[in-house]
């Protein structure tokens, strides 16, 4: 399997929920990152998965979470959502190098 | 300061047109430099990759980066209507951390 698949596509959330957003990860990657764009805005880092251990965060609050599981699939969890946590959500894995990531297409989280 | 400053555009040229895409950034630690292509409703896709300073070439594309002047552009000759997305820098330094701009929106009419 090639590629780097996200799930839901699209998903529509009140003020105050839980989400959770998955990613599998292109065959051989073992590294995760996530991150949230904004309407008309660049990525912004949220935080990165090595091997199942975070290894580094951006500057978002504890109620983003996340795991990594040991076939390398990854989950973004979103706890108390916000209204400005409606974004793409973007998953990108790799095997290491900067010019080794590949982009998942994304989920679009509506919160309202 | 924005870690890395992009114009947003947007940006409209002819068909076959020279098409110049710029970044600046801040932070001096950045090493590794990178052009993204996103389409409408897609994840970025990426174009280009340079480390340190210098010029790349892939076909119609052509990256340059100038760590002195803290400057990067992206060069599409030739362009075409399927060149239309948005274009994203994004850099990084010995960590694991992208830092993007904002994206600049590009169409290319027929």
């Keep these: ?112 | 300061q924005k870690e890395v400053e992009q114009d947003p555009g947007p940006l409209s040229v002819p068909e076959g047109a020279i098409v110049s895409l710029n970044c600046t950034y801040s932070n001096s630690a950045f090493q590794y430099f990178m052009w993204y292509r996103q389409y409408s409703r897609k994840g970025p896709e990426l174009l280009m990759y340079t480390y340190s300073s210098g010029n790349k070439e892939d076909g119609r594309f052509t990256a340059q980066v100038d760590k002195s002047s803290k400057y990067i552009s992206l060069f599409i000759r030739d362009s075409q209507p399927s060149d239309s997305a948005t274009y994203l820098c994004a850099m990084s330094g010995a960590g694991n951390q992208f830092y993007f701009g904002t994206g600049t929106s590009l169409t290319v009419i027929p």
Excluded: M
Aim: glycine share 12%; net charge neutral.
């Design chain 1, 1 to 112: 399997e090639t590629g780097v698949t996200q799930s839901p596509t699209h998903l529509i959330k009140t003020r105050g929920q839980q989400v959770t957003l998955r990613c599998s990860s292109q065959s051989g990657h073992n590294t995760v990152s996530w991150y949230q764009q904004a309407l008309g805005q660049g990525p912004q880092f949220i935080f990165q998965y090595y091997r199942e251990e975070e290894n580094g965060r951006g500057n978002f609050p504890p109620r983003f979470s996340g795991l990594q599981f040991p076939n390398y699939s990854s989950e973004l969890n979103v706890n108390a959502l916000e209204l400005d946590d409606s974004a793409l959500y973007l998953c990108a894995s790799s095997f290491g190098g900067a010019n080794g990531y590949t982009f998942g297409s994304g989920t679009r989280l509506t919160v309202v």
